[in-house]
C-alpha cells in the first residue's frame, strides 16, 4: 500500500479525494476504517485525528457515538462537513479546525475513544511525541486508541521492496504538491512505551500498513 | 570548514532552487541562552535556516524551525504551506515553552501572508512580533528593541538576488534542454546549455535598466516577460523565426530537415526561456502567470482604525499610518505585489482584494484559503 503518498495529490482538490482514494487503494483502506470503527460502541465519545473528508468519523457516527473530527486542512473539513449534513449527522458529529498542538485544550480524560487514519504519517517527530502524550491524557482509564497509517516494514526485503515502490511515487507527488508522507518506524513499542496496551496489530501482505488496537490501562494493576 | 561547506551548500541548493529542500523540524539552540532570551521561527527550507543560522551567530537564542514542506517561508505563507498551524505546531510541540519564560516569539515578516497572528495569540498565548524579511537584519532589530526601520520591512532586489534567481532558472532548463539536444541535435548541447545561462544572466542582471518600464498592474510589459497564457504572441514570433530560418536555408541552398528540426529545437529553448514567469521570479512584482487573478488591495476608510499592522507586515512600504489620527493610508499603491497580509493581519477587516470583474473578496477567504487556491474560489 506504498501509494498512500498519492494521496496528498488527492487531497489538494478534495472533490476527488474519496472517489481517487478508493480506487488507490481498491477498497483496501475502506475496510481497513471499517475494521477500526467496530471497535466503536453506540454512545461513546469520539475523537477523529486528522479527518480529512470524515471516512473515520462517519463511521464512528454510524456507530452511535458523538464524534469530534478535527483536521488541519480547512478544505478537506468543508467536504466532510457536506458529508456529515447529507448523512443526517449534524447533531452527533463536530468538525474543528485544529491541529494536534491544539490537543492540550481538550479536557483529561473525556473520550472514550481516539481515532487516527492516515494521520500519525504526516507529523513531525515533536508532533507525534507530544500527540501520544495528550491522546494518553484525553482518554479514559480503559479508553482506546485506534491507528490506520503507513509503517515501515519490519523484515528487511519488504522494507526494500516497500522503498522500491514508493519512491517513483513519492517523487510524482512531491512534484505535485510539494508534500510528502512518512511512513513511521515502530509504532506499536512507541505507543508501549507511552503506556498503551496493544490489544491488536494488523499488518498489509507487505507490511507498509498497519492496523493497531490499543488501549490505555485501566489502573495501577493494569500497567 | 563551516566556511566551505556553507559556500557549497549556498551553490548546491541555488542550482536547486526551485525544488524544495527541506531539514529537521523542531528547536535549535543558538548561543547560550536562558529564560529570558529571544525566541525566533522560521520554516524549514534547508538553505533558509542555514542562512539563519549564519546571521545569528554570537546572539544567544531559541530558533524554532516549523514545517513549511522544505518551502522558503514567503512560498510556503502564500501557498498555504506554512499556516497557524504549523506555528502553533512548533510553539505547543517543541519544548520551548519549558526553555523560557516570556511569551513572545519573532516570526519572519513574510510569513505574515499566511499566518494570523491574532490567532496563533489567541490559541497558545504566544505574543507574534513581526521581525524583519531579511535574516540578516535580525541582530539589528533585536538591539533596536524589536522596533524595524522601514527599510527592514522592504524586499528588494539586489544584484545577488537576482543571480541566484538567473542561476535558479538556468541550471534546470540547461540541463533539460542538453539532454534533449542529445536526440535532436548532439553537437548542439553544450553551446544550447550556455546560451540558456547567458539569456538568463542577461534578463535578470540588466533588470535595473527596464524595471522601471514594468508596472505590476500592466500585463503587456515586454517581450521577455510574456508567458504563454497570454495569448502565445511568443509563438507568433517563433513561427515567423522558423519561416525566416526555412527562408535563408533555402536561398542559400542548405535546407533539410536537419536544418529545421535543429533551429526549431534550439530557437524553441530560448522561447521558453523568454516565456518563463520571471516578474513572479522577483520580489517586487506580481506573478504574471494569472492575469485573471490581477486583484486590487481596498481600504475602507470608515473601518480603520490605525491598527498599523498593515505597516509593520507590508513587504513593499505601501502604508503610512497616523497613530494620533488613528488612520492608515496607501500613498505607495501603485507599488503593492498582492501578496495579501495586510488583509489577513487587519484585526478591523478594513483591507480587502477586488477582482478584476469588481467582485470584493473577504479578508475570512483569503485567511482559510490563501492565495494559490483563490484561483478556484473566483470562478
Redesign the interface.
Given at each position: 500500500m506504498s501509494t498512500y503518498v498519492l494521496m496528498k495529490i488527492l487531497e489538494s482538490a478534495p472533490d476527488r479525494y474519496d472517489r481517487g482514494i478508493r480506487w488507490l487503494t481498491l477498497g483496501r483502506l475502506e475496510r481497513a476504517y471499517d475494521r477500526l470503527a467496530s471497535h466503536i460502541q453506540e454512545g461513546q465519545r469520539v475523537l477523529d485525528l486528522g479527518c480529512g473528508t470524515g471516512a473515520l468519523t462517519l463511521r464512528a457516527a454510524e456507530r452511535g457515538a458523538r464524534v469530534k473530527g478535527i483536521d488541519?486542512n480547512?478544505?478537506m473539513l468543508e467536504k466532510a462537513e457536506q458529508r456529515a449534513r447529507g448523512a443526517g449527522f449534524t447533531a452527533t458529529i463536530e468538525f474543528s479546525e485544529?491541529?494536534?498542538?491544539?490537543l492540550?485544550?481538550e479536557p483529561s480524560e473525556s473520550y472514550d475513544v481516539v481515532m487516527s487514519g492516515l494521520c500519525f504519517s504526516e507529523l513531525?517527530?515533536?508532533?507525534l511525541?507530544?500527540t501520544l502524550d495528550e491522546v494518553k491524557r484525553i482518554l479514559k482509564p480503559g479508553g482506546l486508541l485506534l491507528v490506520a497509517d503507513e509503517a515501515n516494514p519490519e523484515s528487511l526485503p519488504k522494507r526494500m521492496l516497500a522503498r522500491l515502490i514508493r519512491c517513483p511515487l513519492a517523487v510524482i507527488t512531491?512534484l505535485l504538491t510539494?508534500?510528502t508522507t512518512r511512513a513511521i518506524d515502530q509504532l506499536p513499542e512507541r505507543l508501549q512505551e507511552k503506556g498503551f496496551s496493544i490489544l491488536s496489530i494488523r499488518r498489509s501482505r507487505l507490511e507498509d500498513f498497519i492496523e493497531i488496537v490499543s488501549r490505555k490501562p485501566r489502573g495501577i494493576q493494569d500497567e | 570548514m563551516n566556511e566551505l561547506r556553507y559556500v557549497l551548500i549556498n551553490i548546491m541548493e541555488t542550482l536547486l532552487r526551485v525544488l524544495?529542500i527541506p531539514c529537521?523540524?523542531?528547536l535549535r539552540v543558538i548561543g547560550d541562552p536562558d529564560e529570558h532570551s529571544p525566541v525566533l521561527l522560521t520554516g524549514n527550507y534547508h538553505l533558509t535556516v542555514e542562512r539563519v543560522r549564519r546571521a545569528l551567530r554570537g546572539l544567544d537564542c531559541y530558533l524554532l524551525i516549523a514545517?513549511s514542506?522544505?518551502?522558503n517561508v514567503w512560498c510556503a505563507a502564500a501557498?498555504g504551506?506554512l499556516?497557524n498551524?504549523d506555528v502553533?505546531?512548533a510553539?505547543?510541540?517543541?519544548?520551548i515553552e519549558q526553555r523560557v519564560a516570556h511569551r513572545r516569539v519573532i516570526l519572519p515578516q513574510l510569513a505574515a501572508t499566511g499566518v494570523e497572528a491574532s490567532v496563533v495569540q489567541r490559541?497558545t498565548g504566544w505574543k507574534v512580533i513581526w521581525g524583519p524579511v531579511y535574516a540578516g537584519d535580525i541582530p539589528a532589530f533585536i538591539d533596536h528593541g524589536f522596533e524595524k526601520t522601514p527599510a527592514m520591512r522592504q524586499v528588494a532586489f539586489p544584484w545577488t538576488q537576482r543571480l541566484e534567481m538567473a542561476a535558479a532558472w538556468a541550471f534546470p532548463i540547461s540541463v533539460i534542454s542538453a539532454l534533449a539536444a542529445q536526440v535532436v541535435w548532439p553537437d548542439g548541447s553544450i553551446p544550447l546549455a550556455l546560451l540558456v545561462w547567458g539569456l538568463a544572466l542577461l534578463i535578470f542582471l540588466s533588470f535595473p535598466l527596464y524595471s522601471r518600464w514594468l508596472r505590476p498592474e500592466g500585463k503587456r510589459v515586454g517581450f521577455v516577460f510574456f508567458d504563454f497564457g497570454r495569448g502565445g504572441l511568443q509563438l507568433i514570433l517563433w513561427g515567423a523565426f522558423m519561416l525566416g530560418v526555412v527562408g535563408y536555408a533555402n536561398w542559400e541552398g542548405i535546407l533539410s530537415w536537419d536544418v529545421v528540426w535543429r533551429w526549431g529545437f534550439a530557437s524553441l529553448v530560448v522561447v521558453l526561456v523568454l516565456s518563463l514567469d520571471l516578474m513572479g521570479s522577483t520580489p517586487v512584482y506580481k506573478s504574471g502567470l494569472h492575469e485573471d487573478r490581477m486583484l486590487e488591495v481596498v481600504l475602507d476608510e470608515n473601518t480603520c482604525r490605525g491598527a498599523g499592522f498593515c505597516e509593520q507586515v507590508c513587504p513593499r512600504n505601501c502604508f503610512d499610518v497616523d497613530h494620533r489620527q488613528h488612520r492608515a493610508t496607501r500613498p505607495r499603491g501603485h507599488l503593492c505585489v498582492q501578496c495579501g497580509a495586510c488583509i489577513v493581519q487587519c484585526p478591523f477587516d478594513a483591507l480587502s482584494f477586488q477582482s478584476p470583474t469588481g467582485e470584493t473578496i473577504a479578508p475570512e477567504t483569503i485567511r482559510?484559503?490563501k492565495l494559490n487556491?483563490l484561483g478556484q474560489r473566483m470562478k
Open positions: 488541519v480547512a478544505q485544529m491541529g494536534v498542538a491544539e492540550g485544550n513531525t517527530e515533536d508532533e511525541t507530544y512531491y510539494q508534500t | 524544495p529537521a523540524t523542531g514545517n514542506r522544505g518551502i501557498g504551506h499556516t498551524h502553533i505546531s510553539l505547543k510541540t517543541s519544548g490559541k482559510r484559503f487556491l
